[in-house]
């Protein structure tokens, strides 16, 4: 089973970083526990997000939500520069109301099957003025610098949130050889918590068992049973967190044996499920 590794921790309610790189750069699938913002500068990449491609052009904004399984191809021939905010789940909530999300952005990202944001002038629009000033803010000292970064990074996420529900933004249609794939893909995170199998989801859209496999590998870079049990030890982990017990989480996240569960959640995370309930805080 290929093992997706987990890249980055965050330790604060959001961190931002201007990287250029030159050179050879290559990256394995991957996932994150935060959420992560990157404003595409320049280079030649293509961005690989759940099953999707994308090739990015210059000020393009590419939304990860947590637990995305994602990478970049990069060619080494160019350098490769972007604007990175990791950024906590839980920060962006603790601003929700019932008028606003600050995270709506992502939401619709999902629901559009499209993790890439493409704004046609950005340098003549209001988002990248204030992306300007959030970069200046977290990088400069002054007076108060932690609360005026924050204050002006939730400034971004409000255009950004603008720009998206007003669209002012273009959300990318995502490049897939065949379009089946982001809906076997959605019937697999929709039913996780089921028993699902490969021959339960070939049937469910009328194709052979080999040719589903072959598919999957083909479009994604991971094999079918790999993406099913990743994504429901990731989901297994957010319910540990949240004070669910361990037999309950095991067989709500589509495990049939708790041994199984429990050898794949080691492999995985490199500690026991029941050591995850008992974790004080939760490192991002």
Known sequence: MNNYEKRGYLNSDFKL?????????????????????????????????????YRLEPYDIILVSHND??????????????????LSPGFLNAYRSESYDLSACFQKSKEL????????????????????????????????KDLYCQVV??????????????NRVQYL??????????????????????????????ESFFISRYHLMHL????????????????????ARERLRTG??????????????YSTFSRAYKNKFHISPSETMKEDTIVL
């Open 113 to 144: 099957h499209s993790h890439v944001l493409r704004i046609h002038s950005m340098e003549k629009s209001s988002l990248y003025h204030t992306l300007t000033n959030l970069e200046y803010a977290c990088t400069h000292d002054g007076y108060a």
């Open 173 to 202: 249609p995502p490049s897939t050889g065949d379009a089946r794939i982001l809906s076997i893909m959605d019937h697999i995170n929709r039913h996780l918590t089921e028993d699902m199998t490969v021959d339960s989801i070939a």
């Open 244 to 257: 669910n017990s361990v037999t309950e989480v095991c067989f709500s996240c589509g495990f049939k044996n």
């Open 17 to 53: 970083f201007h990287l250029l790189d030159e050179g050879n750069l290559n990256y394995d699938y991957h996932y994150h526990d935060f959420d992560k913002i990157i404003i595409f500068i320049q280079g030649s990449v293509t961005y690989r997000i759940e099953g999707c491609a």
């Open 153 to 166: 990074f939730l400034e971004f996420m409000i255009q950004l949130n603008r720009a998206s529900l007003t």
């Open 69 to 86: 399984i994602h990478r970049p191809d990069i060619a080494s021939h160019v350098p490769y520069e972007r604007i990175i905010v990791y």
């Open 216 to 235: 999957f590998k083909e479009e994604t870079g991971y094999t079918l049973f790999d993406y099913i049990t990743e994504k429901r030890l990731l989901l």
